[in-house]
């Protein structure tokens, strides 16, 4: 059992950054994908970034590519979400989650979940 809170979330301008961050409890984290996914009000919830147990492997979707960065780390339990050059389309809850299998992408492989932090852009 994984427990996820995430942190970090607030109002920023357009072009702004904010760094995120998820705690993990649990003495496995290390043998977990996490992964970060968004959900914006009327829409569904999509992925965002996941990172791999060790950290080598990184992957993004194309709209925060170049513009946010995944990071982990293991000895304290916790992945990092680095927003730079924000837009007020990257508005929504912003959720972590953890994976013990190998889809970085699909978020029903994802068994964890934290409760959401807020990430507001405005213009």
């Known amino acids: 059992q994984v427990q996820l809170v995430e942190s970090g979330g607030g109002l920023v301008q357009a072009g702004g950054s904010l760094r995120l961050s998820c705690a993990a409890s649990?003495?496995?984290?290390?043998?977990?994908?996490m992964g970060w996914f968004r959900q914006a009000p009327g829409k569904e919830r999509e992925f965002v970034a996941a990172?791999?147990?060790?950290?080598?492997?990184?992957y993004y979707a194309d709209s925060v590519k170049g513009r946010f960065t995944i990071s982990r780390d293991n000895a304290k339990n916790t992945v990092y979400l680095q927003m730079n050059s924000l837009k007020p389309e990257d508005t929504a809850v912003y959720f972590c989650?953890?994976?013990?299998?190998?889809?970085?992408?699909?978020?029903?492989?994802?068994?964890?979940w934290g409760q959401g932090t807020q990430v507001t852009v405005s213009s």
């Open positions: 989650a953890a994976s013990s299998r190998g889809d970085y992408f699909n978020l029903a492989e994802f068994d964890y």
């Open positions: 649990g003495r496995t984290f290390s043998s977990y994908i």
């Open positions: 990172i791999s147990w060790s950290g080598f492997s990184t």
